[in-house]
């Protein structure tokens, strides 16, 4: 299997804060002057050469009245289309949608009198897919997948007490859409209840005050359906007593703006998953948002394929947009494996996403389970050995984390996170690869998941004729417990010994004693597609407000130094990280409110400039005067404070009021004297130097120290082996036969 890369849009020159804004600035359209009328014409709902579902929200610009507006696709007049003045702009724009579109390219084309313009579009079914290429096979419908834990049959659940129905219709796991009611009652401890008749309201029904300083019906009109082969569901506050809400008609109950859940977890796909990231939010439906999510982007279930859940999160939007209205802003949001996908999706898909709130934060996959395979796989084996005889303190210093447990239980626990055999539960046993039993089954590492980004080669050390996905790991030349070595806290035996000993791991990642080396073409895959994110690309576009609760001190894999580590990537690429807000806090507090309303003001600040300064400053510009770097006390107390990591003091990171409170630690690559960062793949590598080292070392133990790296030790100076700033907008080949090329 070839690799291919189709640029479908340029990165991003303009703000990307409206869906009006970003589409304009990407949609070929065209306009005409003539002494009759002035006309443009542009795809509002998603970009014209990405349109799904066979419907597009177009806006029209022009001096004519609506009534001398006439519509056609490829010539075919559209008589009784609906056209209504847009409210958004103080000029004469018309919105209308266009319905029924051919699948492939069309032209859509407007008429005033004598004047035209032509806006050439490219519809792809609704089932998918459009830039992630090939689908994954096997995939597994709602009705296929494993039973849980207890043997039952696992369903997804509406939120008014029903379930789907899981009979699909078509070889796509197409389930039919249905719409329910919700309503949130007086007695708070209640939350949602049914709503059993649309006629009347019950007398428990509870009011809710938006953002907005309205009060409305605190009733929820529940949208579920399935959108590139993903069940999606979308919550929006709406009286059912009123009209049905449209793109034309959004409900009045909405406050304009959409929240986009995300789900956490990092496996393998194949599945089609049976929970989203959670749409029925009370802290968001309450203050007027809508939510939307789909069980794709929940990293669990779609494989950590942050290409597959951009382009579902971009499908389902669009479909939000042409059935509820386009959104003043859409604001992503979620923790953990939820944080990795706001960041990889606005990263190389920029302007799906115009404002990111992840907690928890990784900055990707790929450059976290470096740290988490090379813990689980490679230093559990080593130090866990009794005859070593080390005490749990030494062992956590060698990746510089509060506690062992860390490694040993919070990340040991699935040593091969990353191998083909790490299969979720949802996958049928039968299924699944096995060497010798089942070759050709479903591979569940993320790389498999991702062939279509990874490209595959046969790795001739696997007795198989199958072609396995390419991986980007590689630990040549890495020197572990450097920084521990130095600040003399283990001795030259413990080091040399570990480096000797900790090995590798094969493509099916069985420990061996050599290092592990990348696949170059992976290596460089990774940086450009933006599967490792830099702060260059999509990320300097957007506001990011980082909720990090602390969980260092009870050896929680979540540690803290995440949001330092995407921070420094910010810092390098752009010179600063002043779009990036981070706040901590103990897990007992929960700070989402205050949050969502900094957010929200900070997004209505960027969109109410105007001037011609650079997107990155004007949103650092935009950023609400309350809103700074801080932590809460376990009191209550707010301190501002900017965020330091000391890589001088690795095990001792307290400098500072909020580093006092909720100090961070390392991870084993900074504990190897690697950057900040943390996305160096593979080192690029230097001649060893003993001036690099605080210990003498002897000539026995200089032999053993060339021995082990005979081609040289990392030199952190330099960039990783093909690091780069990722290209936005890219597309994965091959293409099925339902591709259409814009």
């Avoid at 304009?24 to 050469?49: F, G, K, M, W, Y």
């Avoid at 999160?313 to 509820?324: D, P, Q, R, T």
């Avoid at 992840?358 to 900055?363: D, E, N, R, V």
Wanted: aromatic share 8%; proline share 5%; charged share 20%.
């Amino acid at each position: 299997m070839t690799l291919s890369h189709t640029f479908l849009t340029q990165t991003l020159r303009t703000p990307a804060f409206t869906a009006v804004a970003f589409l304009a600035a990407c949609a070929p359209d065209s306009t005409v002057l003539d002494a009759s009328h002035t006309l443009s014409i542009e795809a509002i709902s998603n970009q014209p050469h990405l349109i799904s579902g066979n419907n597009v929200l177009v806006e029209i610009a022009s001096n004519a009245a609506a009534d001398e507006l006439q519509l056609s696709v490829d010539g075919q007049i559209y008589s009784a289309l609906e056209i209504q003045k847009s409210e958004a702009s103080s000029e004469t724009r018309y919105r209308a949608l266009i319905e029924n579109l051919p699948l492939g390219a069309s032209t859509i084309s407007v008429t005033a009198g004598d004047s035209a313009a032509d806006l050439r579009v490219v519809n792809y079914p609704i089932t998918g897919p459009i830039f992630s290429g090939e689908q994954q096979s096997p995939y597994f419908c709602l009705s296929d997948l494993a039973p849980d834990g207890e043997g039952k049959k696992r369903r997804f659940a509406i939120g008014n007490g029903e379930y789907l129905d899981d009979r699909a219709v078509d070889s796509d796991c197409s389930l039919a859409t249905r719409v329910d009611y919700v309503y949130h009652s007086t007695d708070t401890d209640a939350g949602f209840k049914p709503l059993s008749t649309l006629s009347s309201r019950p007398q428990d029904m509870a009011f809710t005050e938006t953002n907005e300083g309205v009060d409305v019906p605190y009733i929820v009109r529940i949208e579920t359906g399935t959108i590139n082969r993903a069940i999606y569901q979308i919550a929006i506050l709406h009286d059912p007593s009123s009209n049905t809400p449209s793109a034309l008609s959004p409900s009045a109950q909405w406050n304009g703006r959409l929240i986009y859940s995300f789900g956490g977890g990092c496996e393998a796909g194949y599945f089609q998953g049976n929970s989203t990231g959670g749409v029925l939010r009370e802290d968001m439906l309450g203050k007027g948002y809508a939510v939307a999510s789909s069980t794709l982007n929940v990293n669990a279930n779609g494989g950590c394929n942050d290409v597959l859940s951009a382009e579902t999160a971009m499908m389902v939007k669009e479909h939000f947009i042409e059935s509820y209205g386009a959104p003043r802003y859409t604001i992503g949001n979620g923790g953990s494996g939820g944080a990795m996908q706001q960041l990889l999706i606005t990263g190389a898909y920029p302007g799906i996403l115009d404002g990111l709130m992840p907690s928890m934060t990784f900055a990707d996959a790929v450059s976290y389970f470096t740290d988490a395979q090379e813990c689980a796989s490679l230093l559990r084996n080593y130090v866990n050995d009794p005859a070593k005889g080390l005490s749990d303190e030494t062992k956590a210093l060698l990746g510089g984390w509060s506690m062992w447990s860390v490694c040993d239980q919070s990340l040991g626990d699935r040593p091969k996170r990353v191998g083909p055999d790490d299969c979720p539960a949802q996958i049928p046993e039968s299924a699944r690869y096995h060497p010798l039993t089942n070759p050709e089954g479903a591979r569940c590492s993320i790389y498999d998941g991702m062939r279509n980004v990874f490209g595959e080669k046969n790795y001739v050390e696997i007795e198989t004729q199958r072609e396995f996905a390419k991986a980007p790991h590689d630990n040549v030349g890495v020197q572990y417990g450097l920084v521990a070595l130095n600040e003399g806290e283990i001795d030259k035996e413990l080091f040399l010994d570990l480096n000797e000993k900790i090995g590798g791991w094969d493509i099916d990642v069985n420990s061996r004693p050599q290092r592990t080396v990348a696949d170059d073409d992976a290596l460089r895959i990774a940086y450009e597609t933006g599967r490792v994110t830099s702060g260059g690309a999509g990320l300097s576009m957007v506001p990011i407000l980082d909720d990090r609760v602390y969980l260092d001190d009870i050896g929680n894999f979540h540690a803290s130094v995440y949001s330092f580590v995407t921070r420094a990537r910010l810092e390098r690429d752009n010179g600063h990280a002043g779009n990036f807000v981070t706040r901590r806090h103990n897990r007992e507090q929960n700070i989402f409110d205050d949050n969502l309303a900094l957010m929200d003001q900070w997004l209505a600040n960027i969109q109410s400039d105007t001037s011609s300064l650079a997107t990155l400053d004007k949103i650092v510009r935009a950023k609400p005067a309350d809103l700074q770097n801080d932590c809460i006390a376990p009191n209550g107390e707010r301190i501002v404070d900017e965020p330091n990591f000391d890589m001088d003091n690795l095990f001792d990171n307290t400098a500072g009021a909020c580093n006092a409170l909720y100090p961070p630690h390392a991870g084993m690559r900074l504990v190897a004297g690697g950057p900040l960062s943390n996305d160096v793949l593979k080192c690029e590598l230097k001649p060893i130097d003993y001036e690099d080292y605080s210990v003498t070392f002897s000539d026995e133990e200089k032999r053993r120290l060339q021995g082990i790296f005979p081609t040289g030790v990392c030199d952190w100076s330099q960039p990783g082996v093909h690091q780069q700033v990722n290209k936005t907008w890219l597309s994965f080949g091959p293409a099925p036969e339902n591709r259409f090329q814009p």
